[in-house]
């Protein structure tokens, strides 16, 4: 027995048309005059024992000369890469801490040796905040180092 | 004093310059979000 086609008309989906996707931004809180590229890479020697974890931040907090990011900026988060030198399982995470010393934390991933973790431009971290950055070693050898790089836009508002 | 484990780059815009890396000074009372528990069970660095 024959078994019944709907027809497109009578609700079935038409899977030949492509799929439009929307991606959602994060509103503003400003008008956005200007942006720069953040891109930060590193080594961190050694890398945590096993079964600890290590977190850093970048030079004061959040540059060279600033602890967290600056008033009327905004710092957009791409892309956050983690490796060590050993064949292990580590996972790699983000907070976000504000200027009191509140984490929040907003991003685990796991895997084995290397991690990349990509933002698609969802996350920011607004004025008076910065990232944390974390590794945690699941496996029974201590890396020497940790290779890790960051790639972000910093934002000027109005 | 935060401790230094590590060196870098950064660069915004135009302006590249050395970094160091510091630790984080972690009160894990303070931590909360996703996966807490993955701290909290590991003994730190």
Redesign the interface.
Known sequence: MPIPVIGKRSGRPDYSKPIGVDVPTPKAKGTVVKQ??????????PG??P?????????M?F??DAEYVPKKQRFRLLKFTVSVPAYITI?A?I?L?DA?????????ESGNQKITVDFSYLRSFEEGSRP???I?NYGDVQPD??DWSVIGV?EWLE | MARIIGKGMLKIGEEEKEVDIVEAEIDLNKVSGVGVEKLKHGSRK
């Open positions: 720069s590229e953040y891109w930060a890479a590193g080594e961190i020697s945590p024992a079964g600890s974890y290590t977190a850093w931040c970048v030079g907090g540059s060279v996972s995470g907070g801490e009191a010393g509140n984490i929040t934390l907003l991003y685990w944390v950055y974390f945690i180092f940790v910093v």
